[in-house]
Every structure is written in C-alpha cells, then in structure tokens.
C-alpha cells in the first residue's frame, strides 16, 4: 500500500506565486495533485470570457461605438 503524497502550505503558496509570476490572470487556473504531484491546470470557463471581450471589442471596432 503507497502512502498519498502530503504538500504544505509552502509548496501551495509556491505555485500559485510561481504561475501569478509567469503571467497567468487570477481565476484563470487551478492548483490540484496529479499523479502525485501539484500541477497547475487551466480553467476553461475563462476562455468563454475572454472570447466575448474580444468580440465586443471587434463589434465596436466594426460599428465605431
């Protein structure tokens, strides 16, 4: 029988400062234990979010609003 890999508060801290530090926005991933160790995934919700910012902004563009 294996025993779960255990993480501390450090080792979550570190990667949530590790992807902020390389550019991605708040809310846009996740922090989860793959295969035994962290990993950071994306979330796609904020793809759909992105995807209508940038059609509003090629709709105002297009229409001059």
Same mark, same amino acid.
């Given at each position: !029988?294996?025993?779960?890999?255990?993480?501390? &508060?450090?080792?979550?801290?570190?990667?949530? +400062?590790?992807?902020? +530090?390389?550019? @991605?926005?708040?809310?846009?991933? +996740?922090?989860?234990?793959?295969?035994?160790? @962290?990993?950071?995934?994306?979330?796609?919700?904020? &793809?759909?979010?992105?995807?209508?910012?940038? !059609?509003?902004?090629? !709709? &105002?563009?297009?229409?001059?609003?």
């Amino acid at each position: !029988m294996t025993r779960r890999a255990s993480f501390t &508060q450090a080792d979550w801290t570190r990667a949530i +400062k590790g992807a902020l +530090k390389a550019g @991605l926005p708040v809310g846009s991933f +996740k922090v989860a234990v793959e295969n035994g160790a @962290l990993a950071i995934l994306p979330i796609a919700a904020n &793809q759909s979010l992105n995807d209508a910012d940038d !059609m509003e902004r090629r !709709m &105002q563009d297009a229409f001059g609003e």
